[in-house]
């Protein structure tokens, strides 16, 4: 049997950043995706139709009425492997969010069981809208998935965040979406083929006595995401986890407890990682004498003496070998970002991954997370509420603007 040709709705809304999207129409045709691009009115008034007519796969589509098939959406959704939205404009997000029908995008989001990846684009003030905001957490919340936008030049010469995402990061995700789902891409295809990516996760557990521990509420959701996300994007991967999660076949996995089994294990590895990715929870103490028998009640309650576990990732950011990126992450709880910038510079690492676990929806245990991305040249990249899996995929797209190309695992 021939190879599925992948199929991708391309939806394109009105904003000026819809021009980026020809070139995203572009790129997916040339890596052998086919295109049916679907425009809504507002999108004709920045580009025009028959630009995407000539490099899409098939005509553009905008009326729910105009088709010889009668019902355009449901061929389009039904048909679709993906459906990506470039831009995502605030007024898209909340005619999604309240399942409008009245157009043939809209239409056609309500009649595919497809991943939906949708790449939001407009003014400062509007991507930081609570209305906006709470659309797309909603949207979040039925699983789609999202490539944040940057920040810097918009329309009218402001700038700020919320430019469109770069097309070649929009291009990456929706392959690598379509290669999670069987359709394109294969082992050794993504953007990190070729490497061996470390990420650690969960909370460890310092033994007072052989049935209790001290512990932390990481649940180890955020570092498997990390891992399925470096898979799917074609590393190699070693997942060293404190936490009892499921992963897919082909990860690599090193079950450990305490700080102590974790350090022994990363630094098994270490060596001859590209990329490292800390998301574990370390605990920063732990009992200095575990007792060998269980601890009684009858015998009072125990004196707790504790000591210092050693710090990991600074050890691992010492011996280093060259090119092999470095990433920390910080839960924190005041000033996130004054402290994850002082973390950043103790621990040595490229990027500090900074987790403010008062937010809503953020942090330990959920399924979502918000977080910023300190880097060493004293950039920051925010990321809004989405799912874990878009989280890691966020900082992923940052680990590999820092890999150097010609450099792979020994
Ligand atoms: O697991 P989830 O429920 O999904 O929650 C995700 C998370 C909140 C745990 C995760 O996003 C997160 O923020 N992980 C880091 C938590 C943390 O321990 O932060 P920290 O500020 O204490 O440590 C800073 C960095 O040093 C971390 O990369 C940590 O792994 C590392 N560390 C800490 C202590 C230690 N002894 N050795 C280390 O290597």
New binding site residues.
């Given amino acids: 049997m021939p190879p599925h040709q992948p199929h991708v709705v391309l939806g394109v809304c009105g904003g000026i950043a819809a021009y980026k999207a020809v070139d995203v129409c572009r790129r997916l045709v040339d890596v052998g995706v086919y295109v049916a691009p679907v425009l809504t009115d507002e999108a004709t008034r920045f580009v025009g139709e028959a630009t995407f007519s000539a490099l899409a796969s098939e005509p553009v589509q905008r009326s729910l009425f105009d088709e010889a098939s009668p019902i355009p959406h449901t061929r389009l959704g039904q048909g679709a492997d993906l459906v990506l939205v470039v831009p995502a404009t605030a007024h898209f997000l909340a005619r999604y969010a309240a399942g409008m029908a009245d157009d043939l995008l809209c239409a056609t989001l309500l009649a595919t069981r497809a991943p939906v990846l949708v790449c939001p684009a407009m003014h400062t003030e509007m991507w930081e809208h609570p209305a906006v905001s709470d659309n797309l957490a909603l949207l979040v919340r039925r699983g789609v998935l999202v490539v944040a936008p940057e920040e810097g030049r918009l329309a009218g010469g402001d700038s700020g965040a919320g430019r469109l995402a770069d097309p070649d990061t929009i291009v990456a995700r929706a392959l690598d979406v379509l290669g999670a789902t069987g359709s394109v891409v294969g082992p050794g295809r993504g953007d990190l083929a070729g490497r061996l990516v470390v990420v650690?996760?969960?909370?460890t557990r310092e033994p007072l006595d052989p049935v209790r521990f001290l512990t932390?509420?990481?649940?180890?959701?955020?570092?498997h995401?990390l891992a399925e996300a470096a898979a799917r994007r074609g590393a190699k991967v070693t997942l060293v986890t404190a936490?009892a999660l499921a992963v897919s076949p082909g990860i690599d996995v090193v079950p450990v407890a305490s700080?102590a089994d974790m350090?022994a294990a990363l630094r098994a590895v270490a060596p001859r990682a590209d990329v490292i990715v800390?998301?574990?929870?370390?605990?920063?103490f732990r009992p200095k004498a575990p007792a060998a028998h269980k601890l009684v009640k009858a015998d009072g309650v125990p004196d707790l003496v504790l000591e210092?576990?050693?710090?990991?990732?600074?050890?691992?950011a010492a011996e280093r070998r060259p090119g092999q990126v470095l990433v920390?992450?910080?839960?924190?709880t005041d000033d996130p970002i004054g402290r994850g910038r002082r973390?950043l510079a103790q621990?040595g690492v490229d990027l500090?991954?900074v987790?403010d676990?008062t937010a809503p929806g953020a942090?330990?245990?959920?399924d979502t997370?918000a977080?910023t991305i300190l880097d060493a040249d004293g950039g920051a990249t925010a990321v809004p509420l989405m799912s874990?899996s878009a989280v890691a995929d966020a900082v992923f797209d940052r680990v590999t603007a820092q890999l150097d190309p010609e450099r792979n695992s020994p």
Wanted: net charge neutral.
């Fill in positions: 650690s996760a969960g909370g932390n509420r990481s649940s180890g959701k955020q570092g995401a936490s700080a350090e800390m998301a574990a929870a370390v605990a920063d210092p576990t050693p710090d990991i990732l600074s050890g691992l920390g992450f910080a839960a924190e973390k621990k500090l991954v987790n676990v942090g330990f245990d959920h997370n977080v874990k």
